[in-house]
Each structure stands twice: as C-alpha cells, then as structure tokens.
C-alpha cells in the first residue's frame, strides 16, 4: 500500500510554482501523496501536473480567526479520515492549521518547510502575533525546515524553536531549479522570437524583475530607480508578477508610473520565466524579506547576472562581487549605483553571471533535493518505527 503523505500549502500556486514536480516525484517512490490548499484556477493544472488527488480546504493568507477555525477542523477531519504517515506544511497559514490539525491527531512525523517569515518587515502588534503563530507552528511540529542557513540562524536567534528540531536540506532551498527547463540551450528560438515582438520594441538593456507586485519585494525603489537611470542609458524595465492591492499595495504614484512609462512593461504572470531570462540583461531581486529566492537561482542556470538587496535568503546565494552585486536593503541610491556599475563593467559583470551559473547548476539540481528529502522521509520514519 506504500506509506500516506499529505502536502498543505495555503493556495494551490505553491504547488505550481514552489513544489512543482515533487508530489509527483515522491508518489513515483512509494507515497500516497494528498495535496490540500484552498482553491484557485491553478487547482485542476496541479492535479494533471502531479498526477495526485487534490483536496481542497477553504483557507486565507491574511488574519481571519474565523475562518481558520472552520479550516482548521476541516484538515483534522481530513487527517483523520487519511492517517498519514506524514504531514508537511508550506507557508504560514498552512503551516499553523495544518501542524495544529496534525499534532491534534496523533500524525507522528509532522514537518513545516519555512519558506520566508512575513514578521521580518512588520512592527508592532502584527509583528507580535505573527511571531506567536510562529512559535505555536514550529512548537506542533516535529521537523522545521528553514529553506536556508540565514532563516535558520534568524529563527534560533528570536528563539522561535527548539534548536533540535531545525535543519536544512541539502545546500538549501525548497524544491530546487529544473535544469532542462532553465536552460540557454533548450530555449526555443521561435518561442523567444515571437515572446519579444510581444513586447514594446523600446532599444537598450533589458532589466527583469519576477515577483509579487508588491511593497515587501522592492518594487517602489526598483521603478524609482529605473526612471532615474532613464536619463543617462537606454532601458527597457519588465516587471513580471500578479498585483496584490489587497495584501500590500504599491503606493499610486508608482503604479501609475508603470502603466504610463512606455519603457515599462508589466505582465501578471507567466509559465515561460525561462524566456523573459533569455531576453534580459540583468536581473534584479530588490524584495525586502525572502527565505531562500528561486528566481534567483532562475537567473542564475540562465546566465543571468543578478543584482538583489543584502537580506536573508538573497545572501545565502549570492556572494558580493563573486556571483553577484548587492545592495543595501530599500536604499535607492545602491541600487542606482549597482546598476550603474553592471552596465558599464560588462565583461567583469558576465564572469561574475557564470560563477552563479556554476554553483546553481552543481549545488540545486532539482532531482538531487528531490532524492535528499525523499531520503529524509524514510530515515524519519524508521526512527519512528523503532521507537
């Protein structure tokens, strides 16, 4: 019969984008795998993808006491219908309802991937409630999983866990990098093509930025500094990634300069990243907070030279100077100067794009963390077998 694991993430995106293949990949080698999140358009596309059942469970990512009540007896209900050998949460929301449902039932391995803490960036009240939810987390599970040294270093530092129960698979990150498909030479020609003519034909550099569309991921500062840097060189900005004006809006004046700098081209979302990075001269990570970034590691398999904000996350990548330039976290005038520096050192900026390019490919191949945590699953649950 094989042994039962179930994956809760709080939307069913996750399972798209940051666990893409790995349900798949641990059904193929012995587990029932369930996945659990709340609904959304990706829902039918994961089940297809992953080739598991998929149940979903109403739930929100911001503060609803309510509606998480509900949630939380409807994942006890399901856990105990089930009785998994293993449950494993992603992001905040899941993790506390989903570790809470397990804990409650009797699951004996019980694990929370921390993919990013959004209590880095807040203040007050927020910031002590979201650090109690947190605790409550990490306190119902057995394994905590920070997807990098830094996030783990920052969670023994606030003391939000029992050291024991913290590690980091592997090299870090959550689900590794598809080599095949961020790859320069499997890029389709034709694709690239007709994927560029769909964008304004403005001459110069290309810069990209992939993610939310949002205050925390640097947005504001990236499009500021773009317009400064308008006068002196010949720029095309490509802002890739959803708005989200009900968690953390961008303010209007910068959502207005997007719309109407006719150098700026904004696209919601799309599944063929790869080639916006085959097009692009540069990438920038300018996000406030992150756990370990795979968009960085993106760029990185496709040569891409990288210039993100000194955080957590980004600094377990990237190495100033050595695979890419850094700058100080919402300080317009480093980023400024950083670009500066990239567009007029092209040969010194090329080596530092291959040195990322070597470390990615070698140290986050997707099959190997993959074949690390199915390893871990195993050698847990012998551990618990002998108990």
Partial sequence: MGKTLIRITTVPMAFKVLLAGQPKFMSQNGFNVIMISADGKEAE?????????HIIIPMTRSITPLQDIISFFK?????????????????????LLGMLAARSTGVKVRIHTVGGLPLIIETGFKKWLLMLTEKLTYFCATEVWPNSKSMMNFIIEKKLANAQKLSVIDNGSTNGIDLKKFCKQNINEEIKNKINKSLPQVNGLKILCVG?????????????????????YALQLILVGPFEPHLDPLSAETLDTIINNPAITHISWSDSIEYYMALADIFVHPSHREGFPNVILQAGAMHLPVIC??????????REGKTGLMFEVKNENDLYNKLRLAFENKVETEKIAHALFEEVTQLYNRKRIHEVILNTYNRLLQKHESK
């Fill in 212 to 232: 939310r569309m949002v205050k925390d991921k640097g947005i504001e500062e990236l499009v500021t500094v773009f317009e400064k840097l308008q006068q002196h």
């Fill in 75 to 95: 994942l006890r209900k399901v856990i105990k219908k089930y009785r998994p050998d293993i449950v494993h949460t992603h992001t905040p929301k899941a993790g």
């Fill in 309 to 318: 904000s000194r955080i957590p996350g980004n600094a377990d990548i990237i």
């Fill in 45 to 53: 596309d994961i089940k297809k993808e992953e080739g598991c059942p």
